[in-house]
């Protein structure tokens, strides 16, 4: 006997039924029956199959945007370093060169403008 369909078993495999789905593990009479009871089968299973791929997706979007907010902080974390080396580095020469460098780090309107690390060499870093 000749194939139908590769999820079809023809009679001799099948043992006393006509034909078995490999897809619905189960056996059936006629070739009709079990091409009905798949396409059931597969309509059903289309929008969970579509709902699954969706999510798939969207998890995808969502881990893609994750690692770019990782890199981008990364990224910040290494130029924030930069600078503030940068700006030590030259303040540091101001004070070898001139004895003594203000900054202010208040402005008066009730605002700080200065960092931990401003405040950290203000007293530790002389």
Do not use: C
């Not at 060499?121 to 002389?126: G, I, L, Q, T």
């Amino acid at each position: 006997m000749k194939k139908e369909k590769e999820e079809v078993v023809v009679k001799e495999e099948a043992g006393n039924y006509g034909y078995y789905s490999k897809l619905l593990k189960k056996p059936f009479d006629t070739l009709e029956e079990l091409k009905t009871a798949e396409d059931e089968y597969n309509k059903v299973n289309a929008e969970k199959i579509k709902l699954a791929e969706e999510k798939k997706a969207d998890a995808k979007a969502i881990e893609e945007s994750y690692q770019k907010a990782m890199n981008t902080r990364k990224l910040a974390g290494q130029m924030i370093q930069e600078a503030d080396a940068e700006y030590i580095k030259l303040r540091n020469e101001f004070i070898k060169k001139y004895g003594s460098y203000h900054i202010s780090i208040y402005d008066g309107s009730n605002n700080l403008n200065a960092t931990v690390s401003d405040l950290f060499n203000a007293f530790f870093r002389w």
